[in-house]
């Protein structure tokens, strides 16, 4: 059973960077997929960043790209998402999310119905 576990999330002044954790376990995490998707009050979650299996290809929604950089360790089986710039928008409850990668090289996945796990979410707060 595949259990992402997260960390890292806070209120910080606009402006300020936070950097989001999910640890995996119980699966072969170096194969897997990873991605961030968050979810403001009263909208639909949304695509944040995703990355492949090996880490060495990654995708950012529009609204974030030149801000947040995902990266995933093979080492420690987590993947992080370092948010920089900060803007009250991007205040959400973020879910980092994971899936088997069936294709190999520089596929990723950006669709929520692409991911077989869930992180418990995090609370990221920005003030403004």
């Known amino acids: 059973q595949v259990q992402l576990v997260q960390s890292g999330g806070g209120l910080v002044q606009a402006g300020g960077s936070l950097r989001l954790s999910c640890a995996a376990s119980?699966?072969?995490?170096?194969?897997?997929?990873m991605g961030w998707f968050r979810q403001a009050p009263g909208k639909e979650r949304e695509f944040v960043a995703a990355?492949?299996?090996?880490?060495?290809?990654?995708s950012y929604a529009d609204s974030v790209k030149g801000r947040f950089t995902i990266s995933k360790d093979l080492p420690t089986d987590t993947v992080y998402l370092q948010m920089n710039n900060l803007k009250p928008q991007d205040a959400a409850v973020y879910y980092c999310?994971?899936?088997?990668?069936?294709?190999?090289?520089?596929?990723?996945?950006?669709?929520?119905?692409?991911?077989?796990?869930w992180g418990q979410g995090t609370q990221v707060t920005v003030s403004s």
């Open positions: 999310a994971a899936r088997p990668s069936i294709y190999s090289g520089t596929y990723y996945y950006t669709e929520i119905d692409d991911y077989h796990y």
């Open positions: 119980g699966g072969t995490f170096r194969t897997y997929a």
């Open positions: 990355i492949n299996w090996s880490g060495d290809s990654t």
